[in-house]
């Protein structure tokens, strides 16, 4: 029988209410989240690591607002407002996360010139994170994913998981979504064809 692992992508202070990117009830699944970290023998955890003046910061291109698009070498990009800048208490987890039990916590965008929303590769679609070598190495063919955001991380995570070959659950109960312009049902029917089961 395969080995299964939780992932939690980007439970962290930015993305709950109150924070620079605060997605609507970020912070309503983390008990939820608690209670699955409990219960799975294998638990990874991921977190946006920002530089300061992260390329995919609307502050660093005038004239732009957060959440407008702009092309970028590796194709289009949302840009967002700073946030996860390394050390700060915005890139820190939730408070009341119970992260301690986590094998292993993968930082992503922390490279100043590519955005990084899958917990597997960077946004160029080529440069891998080291999660999917790190899971089949320790023999983990099944995972479930959960956290912030639905339509972002989590999907982009999720059609990643697919591709390399991960028996794939996303858990929307116990995520959120940002929803621009309706990329909430746009990604959640792209994980449904690629495979992904969503409960």
């Given at each position: ?48 690591w ?26 289009d990009?949302?840009?967002?407002p ?32 590519i ?30 994913l959960?956290?912030?955001?639905t339509?972002?991380c ?29 990329t909430?049902?746009?990604?959640t ?11």
């Amino acid at each position: 029988m395969k080995e299964e692992a939780l992932v939690v992508i980007d439970v962290q202070n930015d993305f709950c209410p109150g924070g620079s990117l605060a997605v609507a009830g970020g912070d309503e699944i983390v008990p939820l989240i608690n209670e699955m970290i409990g219960r799975f023998e294998h638990v990874v955890l991921t977190q946006d690591w920002h530089p300061a003046g992260h390329s995919s910061f609307a502050s660093q291109h005038p004239g732009n607002q957060p959440f407008e698009t702009t092309k970028m070498p590796y194709g289009d990009q949302t840009l967002w407002p700073d946030h996860c800048m390394q050390g700060t208490v915005g890139a820190a987890f939730h408070g009341a996360l119970e992260w301690t039990r986590a094998e292993i916590v993968i930082r992503k965008g922390f490279r100043k010139t590519i955005d990084s929303y899958s917990a597997f590769f960077e946004n160029d679609h080529k440069t891998p994170t080291g999660l999917g070598g790190y899971l089949k190495e320790r023999g983990i063919g099944s995972i479930t994913l959960v956290g912030l955001a639905t339509d972002f991380c989590v999907a982009y995570s999720a059609l990643d998981a697919v591709k390399l070959g991960f028996d794939t659950t996303v858990r929307l109960d116990a995520c959120r979504a940002i929803d621009l312009g309706g990329t909430l049902e746009l990604m959640t029917g792209k994980m449904r064809d690629a495979g992904v089961k969503l409960i």
